[in-house]
């Protein structure tokens, strides 16, 4: 046990929240796997629609943890107070407001998805609020570098929709992708593990100022915008797939995708380090490039290796993770690796420059988002050609943010 402290007490939180996400990664990776042996590609296509949007929601929550992050560095006392009653606040009432919206369109999803029934989606909607409050609670962690609690909490909501979820599908006899969704509500109940949350600062009178107000709605809004972007590049493709193609197509691209976006997931402990850095120096008055340019080499490393392994051993890959029924995918698999990779990259220029509050990389992305989407409408023949589209979008987005990020560091010295 003395052994065991000593080398937590030699490790950096940074490094041991790194290696937390890795664990977190892998066992959301083992929990798609479960699914996808368990279930086939057929059901797998219900099962994938449903951690589809728990991407989309994980995105939109982003919003309120990073605006929760950067002041928890930038503002103290009273202002601090404030914000968190406003942060805690409108995070509930966003959170209900897509929850009552989600469940009243509940039945048009099932229509446009060509899922069995509504109730997932139903069972899904209820939860929201609840993690939009979890969101705020990992943005107070990740602004003031308590990377043990913001860990503990990735942790526990993980494992307890792994576990659980695997536990309702082996004795629950019902429709499967309505135990996954009720696996995903429990999960965010053990997300809120732990909380340090006291209703008092509700009760406490205290507001922000006009000018820290408009900070705060600025940073929101550049951020909401930038998150939505996130949702249309990285997840349209599945939805649309899920609506173009039949369900086991659409179970197949589901496997394909999650072997592929492994870049993206393990790129994004990086983006969680990237923020408050960037923050802190630049409220030091240092220089704030270095930073990036170190987190960009690390990603840039790592998504090279992947491909390469998806090129030489895509089948081996497909069989180890999803088996034997999924090994039509094997020629896209270092392509859809790419297009992940190059799409990470671009997130952590964006991400970045919002950090310093800069508007442009969020209209690149979103242009570029839409252009894919537009793309896929109108050419999604096969499979292959949904892959190839977003290879053209997301050099094209990689290259718009390499073009930015030169310009203004060529223009102002201080970043």
């Known amino acids: ?29 083992l929990y798609n796997l479960i699914l996808g042996r368990l279930l086939g590609p057929a059901a797998y296509s219900d099962a994938a629609l449903l951690t589809t949007l728990l991407l989309v929601l994980s995105f939109l929550g982003m919003t309120f943890q990073l605006a929760t992050a950067k002041f928890a560095i930038l503002f103290t ?11 805690y606040t409108n995070a509930l009432g966003f959170g209900t407001l897509i929850g009552v919206l989600l469940f009243a369109f509940a039945g048009h999803l099932q229509t446009l998805f060509h899922t069995e029934s509504d109730l997932p989606f139903k069972t899904f909607a209820v939860s929201v609020p609840l993690y939009f409050f979890m969101s705020v609670n ?14 503990i909490t990735y942790q526990t909501e993980m494992w307890s929709r792994l576990i659980l979820t695997l536990a309702l599908l082996l004795v629950v006899p019902t429709t499967p992708a309505f135990l996954v969704s009720l696996g995903i509500v429990l999960s965010f109940v053990f997300g809120l593990i732990p909380t340090n949350f006291s209703i008092k600062n509700l009760k406490k009178k205290v507001s922000l100022s006009k000018e820290n107000k408009r900070k705060v709605i600025s940073f929101i809004a550049l951020t909401a915008c930038y998150e939505l972007t996130q949702i ?3 997840n349209s493709d599945v939805l649309l797939v899920k609506h173009y193609f039949d369900t086991v197509n659409a179970g197949l691209y589901a496997s394909l995708a999650m072997i592929g976006r492994v870049v993206y997931f393990v790129a994004w402990m990086f983006v969680m380090l990237l923020l408050p850095a960037v923050v802190q120096k630049q409220k030091d008055g240092e220089a704030t490039a270095p930073i990036l340019i170190k987190y960009v080499s690390y990603v840039a490393v790592l998504a090279i290796s992947i491909i ?8 081996l890959i497909i069989q180890l993770m999803f088996g034997d029924a999924y090994i039509s995918m094997a020629p896209l698999l270092w392509q ?3 297009a992940t990779s190059l799409f990470a990259i671009s997130n952590l220029f964006a991400y970045y420059f919002l950090s310093l509050d800069q508007y442009v990389p969020v209209i690149l992305s979103g242009v570029l988002g839409i252009s894919q989407i537009i793309m896929i409408i109108f050419f999604h023949s096969s499979l292959y050609m949904v892959v190839q589209v977003q290879i053209i979008a997301m050099v094209a987005l990689l290259v718009a943010q390499l073009l930015y990020f030169t310009t203004n560091n060529i223009l102002n010295k201080t970043i």
């Open 1 to 29: 046990m003395t052994a065991i402290k000593l080398v937590f007490n030699k490790v950096s939180p940074e490094k041991l929240f790194m290696g937390s996400v890795l664990v977190v990664n892998g066992g959301n990776y």
């Open 77 to 87: 006392g009273d202002n601090w107070v404030a914000f968190k009653q406003l942060l």
């Open 138 to 151: 990992r943005g107070r962690y990740q602004g003031n570098q308590d990377y043990q609690k913001l860990s």
């Open 232 to 234: 249309i590049i990285n």
């Open 308 to 315: 390469f392994c998806c090129a030489v051993f895509p089948k």
């Open 336 to 338: 859809y690796a790419l």
